[in-house]
């Protein structure tokens, strides 16, 4: 019977000729090697025929009971807290994904994921960046180098189109439209593009930065770069944001949550789902009803003062 591991390459080359995205293939390809290393540790053999539903349960059991954050979380240390619901059920439907291609592909005939739930994830509290908080991580960006303005740059960015950061360190030259005022986002879920609108603020911390820009190396058409002219990667635009969080004396300063602040300082100045849940990029509204419900929140000071009840002053 042939190799698991053989078998995940063989469903690695059909995500590829499906046309999935780089970054979807490291998504599957990240779970894979933490499922094939508990086998090894385990001692039990890649073959399809010895993975049963029982030890798929150890496996979800392992994550969530034995194995600790990586060390690369930046937020949390390592030794307080062990991998979260998110990522353990993302781990089990990425194993779902690649158990129903072998079935289909006549691999195995028994699916051992069909027994097999996803566990429930946590509903982390979302808290926004508060305007406040928005000024003092602006004021701790000082200076008019180009690192400066670039970095001034991408928390105007981040901030007011809500873009994912790998979809911010892909923009390409030809992808910011500061006539227009437009963004272009290549690297949203799906290989989809959707254009952005950018205010009058982002749009001239994205000129100023351009005209101290790099010279691009390599020849890649990357709008931030590093100062040496390479494409930026995410995790600079992390540590980025971590350092000026600790300068400002602002706690939890990371790339998701400038999404999240986007999406509710939206719904609060009067915008509307439908239109976030494309600004977003989501294809469904699950997330965006999330925001909404948080949105709604501030209703309460508002009906505070408009109480029908409490007009009778009884």
């Given at each position: 019977?042939?190799?698991?591991?053989?078998?995940?390459?063989?469903?690695?080359?059909?995500?590829?000729?499906?046309?999935?995205?780089?970054?979807?293939i490291?998504?599957?390809?990240?779970?894979?090697?933490?499922?094939?290393?508990?086998?090894?540790?385990?001692?039990?053999?890649?073959?399809?025929?010895?993975i049963?539903?029982?030890?798929?349960?150890?496996?979800?059991?392992?994550?969530?009971?034995?194995?600790?954050?990586?060390?690369?979380?930046?937020?949390?240390?390592?030794?307080?807290?062990?991998?979260?619901?998110?990522?353990?059920?993302?781990?089990?439907?990425?194993?779902?994904?690649?158990?129903?291609?072998?079935?289909?592909?006549?691999?195995?005939?028994?699916n051992?994921?069909?027994?097999?739930?996803?566990?429930?994830?946590?509903?982390?509290?979302?808290?926004?960046?508060?305007?406040?908080?928005?000024?003092?991580?602006?004021?701790?960006?000082?200076?008019?180098?180009a690192?400066?303005?670039?970095?001034?740059?991408?928390?105007?960015?981040?901030?007011?189109?809500g873009?994912?950061?790998?979809?911010?360190?892909a923009l390409?030259?030809?992808?910011?439209?500061?006539t227009?005022?437009?963004?272009?986002?290549?690297?949203?879920k799906?290989?989809?593009?959707?254009?952005v609108?950018?205010?009058?603020?982002?749009?001239r911390?994205l000129?100023?930065?351009?005209?101290?820009?790099?010279?691009?190396?390599?020849?890649n058409?990357?709008?931030?770069?590093?100062?040496?002219?390479?494409?930026?990667?995410?995790?600079?635009?992390?540590?980025?944001?971590i350092?000026?969080?600790?300068?400002a004396?602002?706690?939890?300063?990371?790339?998701?949550?400038?999404?999240h602040?986007?999406?509710?300082?939206?719904l609060?100045?009067g915008?509307?789902?439908?239109?976030?849940?494309?600004?977003?990029?989501?294809?469904?509204l699950?997330?965006?009803?999330?925001y909404?419900?948080?949105?709604?929140?501030?209703l309460?000071?508002?009906?505070?003062k408009?109480?029908?009840?409490?007009?009778?002053?009884?």
């Amino acid at each position: 019977m042939t190799d698991l591991r053989t078998l995940f390459d063989g469903f690695t080359i059909h995500l590829q000729a499906a046309g999935r995205r780089p970054t979807t293939i490291t998504w599957y390809d990240k779970h894979m090697r933490r499922f094939f290393a508990w086998l090894d540790q385990e001692e039990i053999p890649a073959s399809p025929d010895q993975i049963t539903a029982l030890r798929i349960r150890k496996f979800i059991a392992h994550q969530q009971n034995d194995v600790q954050a990586w060390e690369s979380n930046s937020h949390v240390p390592t030794q307080e807290r062990g991998l979260s619901s998110t990522y353990i059920s993302s781990s089990v439907r990425a194993l779902r994904a690649w158990f129903n291609w072998m079935q289909q592909e006549e691999y195995i005939r028994d699916n051992p994921m069909d027994k097999v739930k996803t566990p429930k994830e946590q509903q982390r509290l979302i808290e926004p960046l508060e305007l406040d908080e928005i000024k003092r991580l602006l004021k701790a960006i000082q200076g008019t180098s180009a690192n400066a303005l670039r970095n001034r740059a991408i928390v105007l960015t981040l901030l007011d189109c809500g873009l994912r950061v790998s979809e911010l360190c892909a923009l390409d030259v030809d992808d910011v439209d500061l006539t227009g005022g437009w963004v272009r986002v290549r690297e949203g879920k799906g290989w989809k593009e959707r254009k952005v609108p950018i205010g009058g603020a982002v749009r001239r911390a994205l000129w100023q930065y351009s005209k101290m820009r790099p010279q691009p190396m390599g020849g890649n058409k990357r709008f931030f770069l590093t100062e040496d002219g390479w494409q930026l990667p995410t995790e600079r635009v992390r540590k980025m944001l971590i350092h000026y969080g600790h300068k400002a004396e602002v706690e939890n300063v990371h790339p998701h949550r400038f999404r999240h602040s986007f999406a509710l300082h939206f719904l609060r100045n009067g915008g509307d789902a439908l239109t976030l849940r494309m600004l977003l990029g989501h294809t469904t509204l699950q997330m965006v009803s999330r925001y909404v419900q948080l949105a709604a929140i501030d209703l309460k000071a508002v009906h505070a003062k408009a109480s029908p009840a409490d007009h009778l002053r009884l």
